[in-house]
């Protein structure tokens, strides 16, 4: 059964931004990497940064706090396979952006 959920249009953010997403009791945020939308988390497994103040470099989403770097393919840190923020699929319909609000599998890749 779909679960999909319309949270932004096209255009609302911008390439290497990221904007913070409330979906239903979720805290998010999107991201444009690129050409790519992602979702993950939105405050950080380190101290609770706000990663909607975050920027996007080089494949991941950068903690405004101290830096920590998240990829957002997968959520994990670079540095540590401890470090991993929750993941959300996102796809584009029309002119809409829409997330499934079910976290996706971690794998370990
Ligand atoms: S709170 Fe995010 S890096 Fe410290």
Request: glycine letters at 10%; one cysteine or more.
């Given at each position: 059964m779909s679960t999909w959920r319309a949270v932004?249009?096209?255009?609302?953010v911008r390439s290497g931004d990221v904007i913070a997403i409330k979906l239903e009791e979720l805290e998010l945020v999107l991201g444009l990497d690129g050409d790519r939308y992602f979702a993950t988390q939105r405050?950080?497994?380190?101290?609770?940064?706000?990663?909607?103040d975050g920027i996007v470099s080089r494949g991941c989403v950068v903690c405004p706090h101290h830096g920590w770097r998240f990829s957002?393919?997968?959520?994990?840190a670079p540095e540590s396979d401890d470090h991993r923020l929750k993941t959300y699929a996102v796809r584009v319909v029309g002119d809409q952006i829409e997330i499934d609000p079910q976290p996706q599998e971690q794998s370990k890749e």
């Amino acid at each position: 059964m779909s679960t999909w959920r319309a949270v932004a249009k096209v255009g609302d953010v911008r390439s290497g931004d990221v904007i913070a997403i409330k979906l239903e009791e979720l805290e998010l945020v999107l991201g444009l990497d690129g050409d790519r939308y992602f979702a993950t988390q939105r405050h950080c497994v380190h101290r609770g940064g706000d990663l909607a103040d975050g920027i996007v470099s080089r494949g991941c989403v950068v903690c405004p706090h101290h830096g920590w770097r998240f990829s957002t393919l997968t959520g994990r840190a670079p540095e540590s396979d401890d470090h991993r923020l929750k993941t959300y699929a996102v796809r584009v319909v029309g002119d809409q952006i829409e997330i499934d609000p079910q976290p996706q599998e971690q794998s370990k890749e």
